[in-house]
């Protein structure tokens, strides 16, 4: 079956940087459009960036120019490079794969202090 596992999170003091993954296996990773997007307590789930088979990348507003993510189709994991961390970031991460976001990880948890 399908399974998103989410790792990489964690406290972190605001300007610092996180690096989270997913972890992917039973479907093709290679050509799936992949997505991480994010809901902090007491807001909706937003868009944090996705990527496409081909390698074309695409990103929330709030996090332009400090998210970065990436893929490596080899070892079927997608990355999330995070860089100045700012508290309104705090919130669970989860990744996605497919058109629709048909698949859903359990999510990481970033907490960033002032």
């Known amino acids: 079956q399908v399974q998103l596992v989410e790792s990489g999170g964690g406290l972190v003091e605001a300007g610092g940087s996180l690096n989270l993954s997913c972890t992917t296996s039973g479907f093709t990773f290679e050509t799936s459009r992949m997505g991480w997007y994010r809901q902090a307590p007491g807001k909706e789930r937003d868009l944090v960036a996705g990527?496409?088979?081909?390698?074309?990348?695409y990103y929330g507003d709030s996090v332009k120019g400090r998210f970065t993510i990436s893929r490596d189709n080899a070892k079927k994991i997608l990355y999330l490079q995070i860089k100045m961390l700012n508290v309104e970031d705090t919130a669970v991460y989860c990744c996605?794969?497919?058109?629709?976001?048909?698949?859903w990880g359990q999510g990481t948890q970033v907490t960033v202090s002032a």
């Open positions: 990527i496409l088979g081909g390698g074309s990348t």
């Open positions: 996605t794969a497919g058109i629709n976001n048909e698949y």
